[in-house]
């Protein structure tokens, strides 16, 4: 069984919905007991790093996230997910973040740019991860963001895009896994990279 950790952040059920779609057991939760006997967590989200920290904080979720990591569990941060699981944003000055991964999250340079940043855009993989075996160099996903990852560790990026910048668009690191895309979006290509999550412990990797 794989939980989706509910705080009231977003495309919940479109992550439900994909996961079903691969045949999963999935539930939406926000209960520790659920969640610490998952198989696997998902952090999704879509908002602002302040309020999602904040509601993390109300629910009680901030330790259970962390127990899940020490655990070992299988754990995926989607869009916001991936940036909540750094140490701060620029869009919520003075609010830490949950620091299990080192680095910032910056705004995008609105520099002749659309921000925010809303389309496909193709991948690079500097440091090919679980999430993207058998996923060709150049493969296009779907993003929506304003503000992208700079991770402070180059050897966790497993993922990169070009939008005025270099986005560090996933991460991976022992069992902690994130995106800044939305592979429950991405079609083909976003089934396959949640197919390879789902697949990981069970003998595919």
């Known amino acids: 069984m794989i939980a989706i950790i509910d705080y009231d952040a977003g495309n919940m059920g479109s992550v439900e919905k994909a996961l079903h779609f691969l045949g999963e057991e999935a539930i939406v939760t926000r209960s520790p007991e659920e969640i610490l006997g998952a198989e696997k967590v998902i952090l999704p989200?879509?908002?602002?790093?302040?309020?999602?920290?904040?509601?993390?904080?109300?629910?009680?979720?901030?330790?259970?996230?962390?127990?899940?990591?020490?655990?070992?569990?299988?754990?995926?941060?989607?869009?916001?997910?991936?940036?909540?699981?750094?140490?701060?944003?620029?869009?919520?000055?003075?609010?830490?973040?949950?620091?299990?991964?080192?680095?910032?999250?910056?705004?995008?340079?609105?520099?002749?740019?659309?921000?925010?940043?809303?389309?496909?855009?193709?991948?690079?993989?500097?440091?090919?991860?679980?999430?993207f075996d058998g996923i060709a160099e150049g493969a296009y996903v779907y993003f929506v963001h304003s503000y992208y990852l700079a991770a402070k560790e180059e050897e966790i990026v497993s993922a990169t895009t070009e939008y005025g910048v270099t986005i560090h668009a996933a991460v991976e690191k022992d069992n902690v896994f994130a995106c800044q895309f939305h592979p429950e979006k991405s079609s083909d290509i976003g089934l396959q990279i949640l197919g390879n999550f789902v697949g990981i412990g069970r003998g595919k990797h």
Do not use: T
């Open 45 to 131: 989200g879509v908002g602002s790093f302040g309020d999602a920290m904040e509601k993390l904080k109300q629910y009680g979720l901030v330790s259970v996230i962390k127990q899940v990591v020490e655990k070992k569990i299988p754990f995926l941060g989607i869009c916001l997910g991936l940036q909540l699981l750094f140490e701060s944003s620029e869009e919520s000055p003075g609010v830490e973040g949950l620091g299990i991964l080192k680095g910032r999250i910056m705004k995008i340079p609105e520099e002749g740019l659309k921000v925010p940043h809303i389309g496909w855009n193709s991948l690079h993989f500097p440091n090919r991860g679980r999430l």
